[in-house]
């Protein structure tokens, strides 16, 4: 119908556009044989951001394609907001997804 979604989370008093962490499988047909482990680290930042900022990740999408994420071990896709999120928005997911990433890489406990 034309409605446009902005999907924004407060995050200690500031607008940050929510993000959806994609992990891709073998189930389109294509060889991909670290999938499990792409998903495995995509489990880890999901849980790690579920408590360390909640509501800034939007569920877990598990995709049936490879989106050439089957060239390095460990890579995902972030989808960050919208068309209609803001570049401040945007800006802010992406300083706390890092911090979500320096937790997991680093293998310290969550907050």
Do not use: C
């Not at 579920?50 to 509501?55: H, S």
Request: no cysteine.
């Amino acid at each position: 119908d034309g409605t446009r979604i902005k999907p924004t989370v407060l995050v200690d008093g500031k607008k940050a556009a929510q993000i959806m962490i994609i992990s891709g499988t073998d189930k389109g047909g294509l060889t991909f044989d670290t999938w499990q482990s792409n998903l495995r680290f995509a489990s880890a930042l999901q849980y790690a951001g579920d408590r360390m900022y909640p509501g800034l990740l939007r569920p877990l999408n598990i995709a049936a394609a490879r989106y050439n994420m089957h060239f390095t071990t460990g890579s995902l896709l972030f989808e960050v907001g919208s068309d209609v999120n803001t570049l401040d928005e945007a800006l802010r997911s992406a300083e706390l997804m890092g911090s979500i990433m320096l937790d997991v890489l680093k293998g310290q406990d969550v907050k």
